[in-house]
């Protein structure tokens, strides 16, 4: 069993700049990758950044590339997300998301096998 909790959540003016955390518990040790999602009302859950456990190796959506930068500290199982540039449409509860076991795409939803509980992130213009 894998607990997820998210950190680091918001009101922030358009411009300005966010670090969410997620800090992994339980069994962790098969951790093959994180990501972080987020969902705005009235919209379906979207891939905002994942990372690859190990490597490192990184993926972000194209709205948010350039702005948004995901990093890993594995010492502390602690995934994290700056964001930076923020606008008014990155509003959103925001969730992290651990893939272990086996390998799969980190860009889609059911790559994951556990979720956060979400941490709102709103951006006023």
């Known amino acids: 069993q894998v607990r997820l909790a998210e950190s680091g959540g918001g009101l922030v003016q358009a411009g300005g700049s966010l670090r969410l955390s997620c800090a992994a518990s339980g069994r962790t040790s098969s951790t093959l990758g994180m990501g972080w999602f987020r969902q705005a009302p009235g919209k379906e859950r979207e891939f905002v950044a994942g990372i690859r456990w190990s490597a490192g190796n990184t993926y972000y959506a194209d709205s948010v590339k350039g702005r948004f930068a995901i990093s890993r500290d594995r010492a502390k199982n602690t995934v994290y997300l700056q964001m930076n540039s923020l606008k008014p449409e990155d509003t959103a509860v925001y969730y992290c998301?651990?893939?272990?076991?086996?390998?799969?795409?980190?860009?889609?939803?059911?790559?994951?096998?556990?979720w956060g509980q979400g941490t709102q992130v709103t951006v006023s213009s």
């Open positions: 998301a651990l893939q272990s076991d086996y390998y799969r795409d980190l860009r889609t939803g059911g790559g994951y096998d556990a």
